[in-house]
């Protein structure tokens, strides 16, 4: 059974600074990987989707990697705002299934 | 971009109700859409997953009877939380997914409260 773990499950930086969450999977036969953030009482918005053929994404000021065989990704976020402050979220979805399994997410502050 | 909607927002109801959330994809057709619940400062975990068409697949632990769920177009779910009781208050979200495309959009979430 596929389980994902974020590490820290918090984080408070000051603004400016550049950052990394983690993001680790049980099973490596994995169909794709996707970060997502989450606001207070809102719904998921995605950021990054990273195929298994693929080691790395990228979106403006936020770079995800991804290395399948070691079951693990990382969401690089430089130069972070007090924008960015929400809980970020990845999730996998398995070759044979068609669901995400989630990680209960790391809850960023970015201190002006 | 791919917009998810969700309806209502939030909704209180008096314990022994049902109410219905509504979810619609606005700008593209979902073949498959999934229901997820969220309690507080925990991660998502997912409901059923459902075909247009056909009958939505639960996971093992959801009630079929008690979370009756409705795929009836390609840009419509609604999930029914049949005789709600206090403890089916949690924050309800539902994605959608088109076909041959990898990527799920999530709805805003709906809030329900039992009283």
């Known amino acids: 059974k596929q389980e994902v773990t974020q590490i820290p499950a918090a984080l408070s930086v000051p603004e400016g600074e550049n950052l990394v969450l983690n993001c680790s999977f049980t099973?490596?036969?994995?169909?794709?990987l996707q970060w997502f953030r989450q606001d207070p009482g809102k719904g998921l918005t995605s950021l990054l989707l990273i195929q298994s053929s693929q080691r790395e994404q990228t979106s403006g000021r936020l770079n995800a990697s991804l290395d399948k065989s070691s079951g693990r990704s990382t969401l690089y976020i430089a130069a972070s705002q007090p924008g960015d402050s929400a809980t970020y979220l990845c999730a996998v979805r398995g070759r044979s299934q068609g669901n995400l399994i989630f990680g209960k997410g790391t809850k960023l502050s970015v201190k002006p | 971009g791919a917009v998810v909607s969700q309806h209502p927002s939030w909704v209180i109801c008096k314990s022994g109700t049902s109410v219905k959330i509504e979810c619609r994809s606005l700008?593209?057709?979902?073949?498959?859409m999934f229901w997820y619940r969220q309690f507080p400062k925990q991660s998502l975990m997912l409901m059923a997953t459902?075909?247009?068409?056909?009958?939505?697949?639960?996971e093992q632990g959801v009630e079929k009877d008690k979370f009756l769920i409705n795929h009836a177009s390609l840009t419509l779910s609604t999930l029914t939380v049949t005789s709600a009781h206090p403890e089916d208050s949690s924050f309800y979200i539902c994605?959608?997914?088109?076909?041959?495309?990898?990527?799920?959009?999530f709805g805003p979430g709906t809030r329900l409260t039992v009283l």
């Open positions: 700008d593209f057709q979902a073949t498959t």
């Open positions: 994605s959608a997914r088109r076909e041959f495309m990898d990527e799920q959009f």
């Open positions: 459902s075909n247009e068409g056909s009958k939505a697949t639960y």
């Open positions: 099973d490596s036969a994995i169909y794709n």
